[in-house]
């Protein structure tokens, strides 16, 4: 009589193989770019200004509000319906993509409040608000469990890190133009790229899990690397010279477009780049096989 022999696999069995998420594309990457870029330039701005009223926080307090918004309309478009958006504001209690848009209408106000009512306290309420939208946008990727590469409970620091130095990148380009020229947005910069970047490492070194491991991977190649020079390194070096050398003041718009393209490109690296869905596997798998 035939009888049956059974088989055990011992490691784990990949039923669904992991794949790259196709729900997000080019407008959630200019929707978390600009957002940033916002309000970073708004902080930045500010905080550089001592929360005291400065040519760049007026520029700030309304070209941080577009930039936001021009971030909104880009992920609209990606939306099935577009025009259901605003019942994304009923959810706020459980989503983060609502909570970001309500705050980035609070950070709107707020830094519109520079035209009618301005003051410290105004503006240091409109930073918080900013960089608590940098925040949610960095907890609606931690929030996609699915996405291995998203799941780490940095990410929400990663993304106001982002914001923080691409606000500072706008800043060091349009200093010049508006005329202003100190050393507090060269000094906060180079302050600035090199905690920031730590943050960015401590995102690349959080789980030892294999499959975190092997879906950042591009991250420690040469995608990666190329980042961390195009992103900080070269544009901290810029800022150093321009600090040592004022005669090479033109390294300081040339850094800030730098740290401006560097983060659009974390946000790209990040959300088309390393997204792939969690695999579907079974710890162990039993085959039977007849033998006679």
Not at 8 to 19: E, F, G
Not at 58 to 81: C, D, I, K, Q, Y
Not at 134 to 163: C, K
Not at 178 to 201: E, K, N, Q, R, S
């Amino acid at each position: 009589m035939p009888r049956s022999t059974p088989t055990t696999s011992s490691d784990p069995v990949a039923l669904i193989p992991a794949v790259r998420q196709r729900v997000w594309g080019l407008p959630a990457v200019l929707n978390f770019a600009l957002g940033g870029l916002g309000t970073g330039f708004y902080a930045a701005a500010a905080l550089t200004a001592g929360l005291r009223p400065s040519a760049a926080v007026t520029l700030a307090s309304w070209l941080g509000p577009v930039l936001v918004g021009a971030g909104f309309a880009a992920v609209a478009t990606e939306a099935g319906r577009p025009l259901r958006g605003p019942r994304v504001l009923t959810r706020v209690r459980s989503s983060w993509m609502s909570r970001e848009l309500v705050l980035g209408g609070v950070f709107a106000a707020l830094a519109a409040a520079e035209w009618a009512a301005p003051s410290p306290a105004q503006r240091a309420f409109a930073v918080a608000a900013g960089l608590a939208v940098a925040g949610a946008q960095g907890a609606i990727l931690h929030r996609a469990r699915a996405v291995i590469a998203w799941d780490v409970p940095v990410m929400p620091l990663v993304f106001i890190a982002s914001a923080l130095v691409s606000g500072a990148g706008l800043l060091l380009v349009v200093e010049p133009l508006l005329g202003i020229g100190g050393t507090y947005a060269l000094g906060g910069t180079l302050t600035l790229l090199p905690l920031a970047f730590v943050g960015w490492l401590m995102y690349l070194a959080w789980s030892p899990a294999p499959a975190f491991v092997r879906a950042t991977r591009a991250l420690r190649g040469r995608p990666g690397e190329a980042f961390g020079i195009v992103g900080y390194l070269v544009p901290w070096t810029a800022v150093a010279f321009a600090l040592a050398v004022p005669q090479l003041g033109v390294a300081v718009p040339v850094a800030g477009v730098l740290l401006i393209a560097g983060q659009a490109w974390s946000k790209w690296l990040l959300v088309l780049t390393v997204a792939d869905v969690r695999p579907v596997t079974l710890g162990t798998l039993t085959l039977q096989r007849r033998v006679s």
